[in-house]
């Protein structure tokens, strides 16, 4: 059964960075292809970018691109999502899944930007 | 990036009906759609993927069609559990998107 778990909550300022986790267990890790999607307070859903292990390499949403990396470490089965200069519109949850038509869920990481 | 329009963007219903949810793309995705369903304060839930893969352990009663730029999800026989958004997502080999979602409620 995989499970995602990723870190706790986090309350940043605006201009700085913040990295949120997201570990598998069960399954395939190498084969995973992660995605990130955020949802602010009271929207839809938004994708962020998604990490293609195949390729190497992570894509990104154009509204994103230059603010956000997505990255993995296999020996730990953890993929990272890290957003820079953060704005206050960057308040929202931000969840991992697996593979690009996303079946299995982490339980999401609210990010809250405040001054 | 591609353009996901969904509609409509809000629907009334009653327990036994079958509604139809649309999404079109502003360019080809071949089958790369997927449907979740999503109520409040809760993780979306996958209900179908390659447009018309149903996932494992989502009931019959949903259904996905289409391909290219036209894509429904119908509902048939919705039920209490049903009521909830939906929202489309294309995910092709280069991006994604998200419709802006469909709130299905009671009439």
């Known amino acids: 059964q995989v499970q995602l778990v990723q870190s706790g909550a986090e309350v940043k300022t605006p201009g700085s960075s913040v990295k949120v986790s997201c570990k598998a267990s069960?399954?395939?890790?190498?084969?995973?292809?992660i995605s990130w999607v955020r949802q602010a307070p009271g929207q839809g859903l938004e994708w962020v970018g998604r990490?293609?292990?195949?390729?190497?390499?992570?894509i990104y949403a154009q509204s994103l691109q230059g603010r956000v990396a997505i990255t993995a470490d296999e020996s730990t089965r953890t993929v990272y999502m890290e957003l820079s200069g953060l704005r206050f519109e960057d308040t929202a949850i931000y969840y991992c899944?697996?593979?690009?038509?996303?079946?299995?869920w982490g339980e999401g990481t609210t990010v809250t930007v405040s001054s | 990036d591609i353009q996901m329009t969904q509609s409509p963007s809000s629907l009334s219903a009653s327990v036994g009906d079958s509604v139809t949810i649309t999404c079109r793309a502003s360019?080809?995705?071949?089958?790369?759609l997927a449907w979740y369903q999503q109520k409040p304060g809760k993780v979306p839930k996958l209900l179908v993927y390659?447009?018309?893969s149903l996932h494992s352990g989502v009931p019959s009663r949903f259904s996905g069609s289409g391909s290219g730029t036209e894509f429904t999800l119908t509902i048939s026989n919705l039920q209490p559990d049903d009521f909830a958004t939906y929202f489309c997502?294309?995910?092709?080999?280069?991006?994604?998107?998200f419709g802006q979602g469909t709130k299905v409620d009671f009439k």
């Open positions: 899944a697996r593979f690009g038509y996303m079946d299995v």
């Open positions: 069960g399954g395939a890790f190498s084969n995973y292809a």
């Open positions: 990490l293609i292990p195949v390729l190497g390499k992570s």
């Open positions: 360019q080809n995705i071949d089958s790369w």
């Open positions: 390659k447009a018309s």
């Open positions: 997502h294309q995910y092709n080999s280069y991006s994604g998107t």
